[in-house]
C-alpha cells in the first residue's frame, strides 16, 4: 500500500537553490576542489551527488570525480529485510587515500546509513576527510552523524516518512512529508 501524501517541503526550485547553496559552501570550506571526489549513496544520492558535482563544475570549471556507493551489504538490518537484498553498483572513478569525500545522500534519519557508508568507505581506502552532504535532515537520529551540508531540516513524527523524488528515476523533483500506511 502507498503512503499517503501529506505535504510538499521542498520544490523542485528548492531542490535547485538548496544543492547550488550547498555546493558553493563546499567550495569555501574547501577552498575549491583540489583532491575532492563526490560520492553519492545509492539511489537518489547518486542523481543528487551528480547535480552537486555539476554546480560545482560550473561555478570552478573543473570536472570533480564522482562516484556511487552501495551500501547494502554494509546495513545493520540486512538479516530483517528479508529474501534477496537488491545490490546496486559501486564505482569510484579513483583511489580515495588521502581524498576530501563529500558524501551525499537525500534524507538523514537515524544515521545508520552514514554509518554503513563509512564502512564501505573504509573498505576503498582511507580518505583524508569525509564531508556529510544531506538534502533533507528528518531528525530521529539513533547515532551521533551530523550533515556537513544541510538542505533542509524538516521534523517528523515517527509516523510520517520523507520521500525524495528526482527526475531522472520519478519523473519529478520534490521531497514530501508521508503518513506510514
Given at each position: 500500500?502507498?503512503?499517503?501524501?501529506?505535504?510538499?517541503?521542498?520544490?523542485?526550485?528548492?531542490?535547485?537553490?538548496?544543492?547550488?547553496?550547498?555546493?558553493?559552501?563546499?567550495?569555501?570550506?574547501?577552498?575549491?576542489?583540489?583532491?575532492?571526489?563526490?560520492?553519492?549513496?545509492?539511489?537518489?544520492?547518486?542523481?543528487?551527488?551528480?547535480?552537486?558535482?555539476?554546480?560545482?563544475?560550473?561555478?570552478?570549471?573543473?570536472?570533480?570525480?564522482?562516484?556511487?556507493?552501495?551500501?547494502?551489504?554494509?546495513?545493520?538490518?540486512?538479516?530483517?529485510?528479508?529474501?534477496?537484498?537488491?545490490?546496486?553498483?559501486?564505482?569510484?572513478?579513483?583511489?580515495?587515500?588521502?581524498?576530501?569525500?563529500?558524501?551525499?545522500?537525500?534524507?538523514?534519519?537515524?544515521?545508520?546509513?552514514?554509518?554503513?557508508?563509512?564502512?564501505?568507505?573504509?573498505?576503498?581506502?582511507?580518505?583524508?576527510?569525509?564531508?556529510?552532504?544531506?538534502?533533507?535532515?528528518?531528525?530521529?537520529?539513533?547515532?551521533?552523524?551530523?550533515?556537513?551540508?544541510?538542505?533542509?531540516?524538516?521534523?517528523?513524527?515517527?509516523q510520517e516518512t520523507v520521500e525524495v523524488r528526482v527526475s531522472e528515476l520519478d519523473g519529478t523533483d520534490e521531497a514530501v512529508i508521508?503518513?506510514?500506511?
Amino acid at each position: 500500500m502507498k503512503n499517503r501524501e501529506k505535504a510538499c517541503v521542498m520544490t523542485a526550485g528548492d531542490m535547485e537553490r538548496a544543492l547550488r547553496r550547498m555546493s558553493s559552501e563546499i567550495l569555501e570550506r574547501n577552498h575549491g576542489c583540489d583532491n575532492l571526489l563526490v560520492i553519492g549513496i545509492q539511489r537518489r544520492g547518486v542523481y543528487l551527488a551528480a547535480r552537486v558535482r555539476e554546480y560545482l563544475r560550473e561555478a570552478e570549471g573543473v570536472k570533480v570525480p564522482l562516484g556511487e556507493l552501495d551500501i547494502t551489504l554494509y546495513r545493520d538490518d540486512i538479516r530483517l529485510l528479508g529474501g534477496q537484498p537488491v545490490v546496486h553498483s559501486t564505482s569510484v572513478p579513483a583511489d580515495i587515500s588521502g581524498k576530501k569525500i563529500v558524501l551525499v545522500d537525500d534524507v538523514l534519519y537515524t544515521g545508520r546509513t552514514i554509518r554503513a557508508a563509512l564502512e564501505a568507505l573504509a573498505d576503498l581506502g582511507r580518505p583524508g576527510s569525509v564531508q556529510l552532504l544531506i538534502l533533507i535532515d528528518r531528525g530521529h537520529r539513533e547515532l551521533p552523524i551530523q550533515p556537513d551540508y544541510l538542505g533542509k531540516a524538516v521534523p517528523t513524527s515517527l509516523q510520517e516518512t520523507v520521500e525524495v523524488r528526482v527526475s531522472e528515476l520519478d519523473g519529478t523533483d520534490e521531497a514530501v512529508i508521508c503518513e506510514k500506511s
